[in-house]
């Protein structure tokens, strides 16, 4: 399928049959496979069948069930081969990237999942050895989840001590964007919290990015853009804040590439009622809203015109006032960023059999930095 496709709406595509398509969309994306802990300890996202770890199965039907698969090899150690909890059925996973929290030694699998005609964002845990599993509720109705990418950050913040004080904690959190097509087509964020070695897996609330930018204006039904240039939002930390993120992302609502610094509220006395002197369930439920802050706008580059099965990668640049994407094309990667003129054309790097696409992202990326 090629991404050139005008419709914002992609549901009726799914509904015309072109589900090979949108698996292909649901495929490379720049997202992490792979994480090196502090201890040497290597852990690996891929895709494959049953019969990986169940070798009783090859050659059989069941053994070509599709799953993904968490490879854990510590220092020096062989590799350990499991199954992602969630996946292992008929259903089709896809665009899977890894996150570590050293502080709790939690293994973070985020991935899309298609159901039918349709597809959510899941996020698996491994902690101590056991699993857990949950999705990420979309909008009513139909929908399409495409191209999640997730980063943990630690935040401190102050908390009532439970003796009338307060004390300054630490907590993990697990931030996930993606491109959803639904009633409303936009980006969403949402993020998964780990407090006093808690996972609060089951409090995830999902927020439209386009609301935390301050849009309410509903997107329109159509725009003249190529599919792949608004569907890959770009996750990256932000070190200029205590443990928040920043997120580009095509707002179709005023027709920009948005840059927002995402934070949560770091002191917990602020926020509880006048006068407590403890922490009640809806105070700290306010302490899991994130707080968008505009930094930038840019054009959608509609240049990032590519196929289905094109890694879209993107940086977003020094102080946030822009974002590069680039993508590999033969052998050479372009480059285009959201403050080039509407015309213009990507900068080609040239690809060497002694300069490969990853130094070349490399460069990319410095740049991004100047």
């Keep these: 399928m090629k991404a050139a496709l005008r419709h914002r709406r ?35 996202v891929s895709r494959g069948v049953l019969s990986d770890v169940d070798p009783s199965t090859d050659g059989t ?26 996946t292992g059925d008929a259903s089709y996973e896809g665009t899977e990237s890894i996150e570590f929290d050293a502080s709790t030694g939690t293994v973070f699998v985020v991935y899309t999942k298609f159901q039918g005609l349709m597809s959510d964002v899941h996020v698996a845990v491994r902690r101590e050895g056991r699993w857990e599993e949950e999705n990420i509720f979309p909008n009513v109705g139909l929908y399409l989840s495409l191209n999640p990418r997730a980063l943990v950050t630690r935040q401190s913040f102050t908390d009532f001590d439970g003796e009338g004080g307060t004390v300054v904690k630490k907590r993990s959190i697990l931030h996930v964007v993606w491109w959803e097509e639904s009633g409303v087509s936009q980006a ?11 996972l609060r897996l089951s409090e995830v609330v999902a927020h439209n990015l386009n ?63 006048p006068g407590a002197t403890e922490g009640t369930p809806e ?12 930094e930038g706008r840019g054009r959608i580059p509609k ?12 940086v977003i640049a020094r102080g946030g006032e822009s974002t590069l994407f680039f993508w590999k094309d033969g052998e050479k990667v372009r480059v285009i960023g959201t403050d080039a003129e509407e015309t213009a054309s ?24 100047q």
């Design 10 to 44: 992609l549901l009726p595509i799914v509904a015309a049959g072109v589900v090979a398509g949108l698996l292909a969309w649901a495929g490379p994306a720049s997202a992490a496979t792979a994480v090196l802990t502090k201890a040497g300890t290597l852990y690996e």
């Design 61 to 86: 039907a069941a053994g070509r069930t599709p799953l993904l698969l968490l490879r854990t090899t510590e220092s020096g150690g062989q590799p350990a081969v499991e199954m992602v909890q969630g």
């Design 188 to 198: 969403r964020y949402a993020a998964i919290f780990v407090e006093d070695g808690v």
């Design 211 to 273: 609301e935390l930018a301050g849009s309410t204006v509903p997107a329109p039904g159509f725009v003249d853009l190529p599919l792949s240039s608004y569907t890959f939002p770009v996750l990256q930390r932000d070190p200029t804040t205590n443990g928040g993120v920043l997120v580009s992302f095509a707002n179709l609502a005023n027709l920009t590439q948005t840059v927002l610094q995402i934070t949560f509220p770091d002191d917990m006395t602020k926020i509880a009622a």
């Design 283 to 294: 105070a700290y439920a306010r302490a899991h809203l994130p707080i968008g802050r505009e």
């Design 303 to 314: 240049q990032v015109d590519v196929n289905g099965d094109t890694e879209v990668g993107g």
């Design 346 to 369: 990507p900068i080609n790097v040239p690809l060497r059999p002694d300069f490969g696409y990853d130094r070349a992202v490399a460069v990319v990326k410095e740049m991004a930095e």
